[in-house]
Antibody, heavy 119, light 107 residues
Framework: EVKLLESGGGLVQPGGSMRLSCAAS????????MNWIRQPAGKAPEWLGF??????????EYNPSVKGRFTISRDNTQNMLYLQMNTLRAEDTATYYC??????????WGQGASVTVSS | DIQMTQSPSFLSASVGDRVTINCKAS??????LNWYQQKLGEAPKLLIY???SLQTGIPSRFSGSGSGTDFTLTISSLQPEDVATYFC?????????FGAGTKLELK
């Protein structure tokens, strides 16, 4: 069974940093692109970026809205995905999800990690 | 970016009803449209991929149709466990973009 489990959310002050983690299991992690998506309460989800699979050199792409502030990485020995978020703003407050990308689009999601940016 | 306009935002229906939810893309996305179900506190679940393909394990009362810019998710006979928020995702063009969601409740 494919499982994705985010961790690392919480309260952070404006201007601060936070790293989210996503533990993957049930599939060959290196075969898949992995995504981060966020969803502010009551709003549409927003794709943040992805990191490619082994065959495509683990390169990254980002939504321009977060490029330069957010960094996606992966530890393929531990089947872990990461989202490093810097210079956080109030508008970054959201639930953050990791999701696997397959030929079916985003076909598996984690339950999400809540991030609140507030003083 | 491609804008996805989803309607209605809110829907109230009775058990056994046929329910339809729509997504309209701001430009042609071929058939690269997915539908997801999200229950409170749970991970979003893929229902339909590539407009009309039923994901493994999803009940056959769920179906999808459309191509180009107009897409529909249909629940043929609403069940109590279908109470959730549903949203669409286009993955034809980068960045992928989502509809704003439809909250479905029982009447």
């Amino acid at each position: 069974e494919v499982k994705l489990l985010e961790s690392g959310g919480g309260l952070v002050q404006p201007g601060g940093s936070m790293r989210l983690s996503c533990a993957a299991s049930g599939f060959t992690f290196t075969d898949f692109y992995m995504n981060w998506i966020r969803q502010p309460a009551g709003k549409a989800p927003e794709w943040l970026g992805f990191i490619r699979n082994k065959a495509n050199g683990y390169t990254t792409e980002y939504n321009p809205s977060v490029k330069g502030r957010f960094t996606i990485s992966r530890d393929n020995t531990q089947n872990m995905l990461y989202l490093q978020m810097n210079t956080l703003r109030a508008e970054d407050t959201a639930t953050y999800y990791c999701a696997r990308w397959s030929k079916r689009g985003m076909d598996a999601w984690g339950q999400g990690a809540s991030v609140t940016v507030s003083s | 970016d491609i804008q996805m306009t989803q309607s209605p935002s809110f829907l109230s229906a009775s058990v056994g009803d046929r329910v339809t939810i729509n997504c309209k893309a701001s430009q042609n996305i071929n058939r690269y449209l997915n539908w997801y179900q999200q229950k409170l506190g749970e991970a979003p679940k893929l229902l339909i991929y590539n407009a009309n393909s039923l994901q493994t394990g999803i009940p056959s009362r769920f179906s999808g149709s459309g191509s180009g810019t107009d897409f529909t998710l249909t629940i043929s006979s609403l069940q109590p466990e279908d109470v959730a928020t549903y949203f669409c995702l286009q993955h034809n063009s980068w960045p992928p973009t989502f509809g704003a969601g439809t909250k479905l409740e029982l009447k």
